[in-house]
């Protein structure tokens, strides 16, 4: 979809006076820029306050570990409710209908596994980072830095999609130009890091979980209330306003066949389980039990959310879908399918309701980026730099690599971001699950429930893994041919994520067994150390690896 280019915005005067959308598609509501401007003085005030707070390096990845485990909760809620949560996947219902729910429904998924597989064991092994946990009864080295470069691919992943959804919010909420806007998503997130560590990114998360939660809820109730809270005429409204007519409720518009399909779940079910950003929330929690409340009560919340998300695409459809006053001049959404979800708040509440989820947009955004860039912050400064490149530095020296760490990693995700411009967020995302679900889950679920894994096994199939994710998504349809310009893509499907994983687990496994080596021998031996440790947590805080 051809992007909007709205010129620069020019004086305060204008924006009292003019329309809510002009005629370039542009939002000028003194509002909605108000709510904006007042919840970034607000969580600038968190991050000072998060600053005096953060003295050790214990408090700057894990916020002390005194998280309980309904912050905790919604703060992992407040990560995994992303622009591509809200923004990406009403908008997949907006342009798809029915097969828009399967991102949510299998995001969903994923977090059982979490609960009953990761959420304790990884709290009674890990530090700071799951790869504190791999690397217990395998060669801390090669582990460490397989893991940290899984991790740092799903990050910038990730990334791209939250940074692409916050340059297309600005554009159209501000009218400022997509790259002035990427570069202020880009600058926030820098200075909440450096300045706040975990303990202003969890309270950004849990402020920003609870606001958006009310701004879905409150959404869905107005636009129920147009159909007399009859799911009924909502869906017959939608059918007629669609240009696919009755097939929006019928699988099969967005993914046709069947490996797709198996594929996109794998994906997002397992991937789940394997987001460095994620994962690192179970060490701001003070033991095993708060961990397992964190799971749960994040699930109940995440199941919540996305239930709401079903009725805001199809309303999105219903009262947006061409109606005058939401298209451009080609007669496309203003600011692409993205931005539906807005579009819907101004339909169903008017000038104060947009402004409000406006900024609970931009507040989402801003809080998962700041929880992405410490993750794959700490994955440098932690994983390679104190465990692999230089094991005796001090802790000062480590958090002040994390500062430098995340303006490297801002500056990358804002060049990303205006490559991938015009890319759905919900899948620039999914790209990330896709790594998370070929090389972080396998990669920790042998390393804690498989006697026989050894260092070669793990790092020759995550790095089969890897290798097989990245160079399925360059040579695929997104960048391959929409990306970089060519005719027709070297690898025919979207979804890699079966291939990936597939080549992880058996490189992993086929490779250990055929490891008769000293060392896989005293790694097997190990084992049973290692599970006693899981389930007791004793010497847990001592995890470095060997």
């Not at 214990?58 to 591509?84: C, H, K, T």
């Not at 007519?245 to 399909?261: A, K, N, T, W, Y």
Request: net charge positive.
């Amino acid at each position: 979809m051809p992007a909007v280019r709205p010129r620069l915005l020019v004086g305060l005067a204008a924006l009292a006076t003019a329309p809510a959308f002009a005629a370039d598609g542009v939002s000028r509501s003194p509002t909605a820029i108000l709510f904006f401007l007042g919840f970034v003085c607000s969580t600038l005030l968190i991050t000072w306050w998060a600053a005096r707070r953060t003295r050790t390096t214990r408090d700057f990845y894990a916020a002390g570990g005194n998280i309980s485990g309904l912050q905790n909760g919604l703060a992992i809620a407040g990560d995994f409710m992303s622009a591509a949560s809200f923004l990406g996947v009403s908008g997949l219902i907006f342009g798809f209908g029915f097969d828009g729910l399967i991102y949510a429904v299998g995001g969903l998924a994923g977090w059982p596994l979490v609960l009953f597989l990761l959420s304790e064991r990884l709290k009674n092994l890990g530090k700071y980072t799951f790869a504190d946990a791999v690397s217990l009864r395998l060669a801390a080295t090669p582990i460490r830095s397989l893991a940290a470069c899984g991790s740092l691919v799903a990050v910038v992943l990730y990334l791209i999609g939250q940074m692409v959804g916050a340059g297309k919010l600005i554009e159209v909420l501000f009218g400022l130009d997509y790259t002035i806007a990427v570069v202020t998503v880009g600058a926030l997130m820098i200075v909440y890091v450096c300045f706040g560590g975990m303990i202003a990114t969890t309270w950004v998360q849990i402020i920003k979980a609870v606001l958006l939660l009310s701004g879905a809820t409150l959404v869905t109730f107005l636009v129920l209330r147009q159909f007399n809270f009859s799911f009924d005429q909502l869906f017959r409204a939608a059918i007629e306003h669609h240009p696919h007519g009755l097939r929006v409720m019928q699988p099969g518009e967005m993914v046709h066949d069947p490996l797709s399909i198996i594929s996109l779940g794998v994906a997002l079910a397992f991937g789940t389980s394997g987001l460095p950003h994620i994962l690192m929330r179970f060490f701001t929690v003070p033991d095993a039990r708060e961990a397992r409340r964190s799971v749960f009560f994040a699930a109940g919340f995440i199941g919540y959310f996305y239930t709401l998300t079903f009725v805001i695409g199809f309303g999105a459809i219903a009262l947006v879908a061409g109606r005058e006053g939401f298209l451009d001049g080609a007669g496309k959404l203003l600011g692409g399918d993205n931005m539906a979800a807005i579009h819907l708040a101004r339909a169903a509440g008017g000038e104060l309701l947009l402004g409000f989820m406006s900024a609970v947009c931009f507040a989402t955004i801003l809080a998962v980026v700041s929880g992405l860039t410490l993750s794959g912050a700490s994955a440098i400064s932690h994983d390679l730099y104190a465990n692999v490149w230089r094991k005796e530095a001090s802790e000062r020296e480590v958090v002040t690599l994390s500062r430098y760490a995340t303006i490297g990693l801002g500056v990358l995700a804002v060049s990303l971001a205006l490559l991938f411009e015009s890319q759905n967020v919900a899948y620039m995302v999914l790209l990330a699950f896709t790594v998370g679900a070929s090389v972080n889950f396998p990669l920790l679920f042998l390393a804690m429930y498989w006697r026989n894994l050894t260092t070669t096994g793990a790092v020759t199939g995550g790095i089969m893994g890897l290798v097989t994710a990245i160079g399925c998504i360059v040579l695929g349809p997104t960048v391959w041919v929409e990306v970089l310009g060519n005719a027709a893509p070297v690898v025919p499907y979207k979804y890699p994520a079966v291939f990936a994983m597939l080549a992880s687990f058996s490189g992993s496994i086929v490779v250990s067994l055929l490891d008769r080596s000293p060392r896989a021998a005293q790694e097997r031996a190990d084992f049973r150390h290692q599970y006693i440790r899981s389930q007791t947590g004793v010497g847990a805080e001592g995890a470095s690896g060997h």
